[in-house]
């Protein structure tokens, strides 16, 4: 079950207790940049459906979770972090080619696509 907001705002650890959140020292002052923590696991969590083949690319192939895609980056967002990534580490031919036979070459482009309007929707 996701964690409080509260817990969400610590940044050091995700909604699911995994460390996350602290990104690189930036190369000009050696400060450390605040990232998202894990979208795919706290996509599963605000309603997207565990998708063996997908995973939590399946945000991104359908439209109607497009809004809880914002709304994960939103949520970062709002409790520091000053970095988010685009959530389509599972935009990939390999898991694309299984989904999508016929397809995958299209969809892999324009779910990339997608991942990124969303995260910018979301700044």
């Given amino acids: ?29 050696g400060a450390v940049v605040v990232m998202d923590g894990s ?12 998708d063996r083949t997908l995973w939590a690319a399946r945000a991104l192939s359908e439209a109607q979770y497009h809004p809880l895609v914002v ?22 031919p390999t898991y694309y080619r299984r989904a999508y036979p016929d397809q995958w070459e299209g969809r892999v482009r324009d779910d990339s696509a997608a991942a990124v309007r969303l995260a910018v929707e979301a700044r």
């Fill in 39 to 50: 979208m795919g696991r706290w996509l599963m969590t605000k309603g997207v459906p565990e």
């Fill in 1 to 29: 079950a996701p964690r409080s907001q509260s817990t969400l705002n610590a940044i050091n650890f995700d909604a699911f207790g995994c460390p996350h959140g602290l990104g690189e020292p930036s190369m000009d002052t």
């Fill in 71 to 92: 709304e994960a980056h939103m949520e970062y967002i709002q409790a520091g972090a000053r970095t988010i990534t685009t959530a389509n580490y599972a935009v990939q």
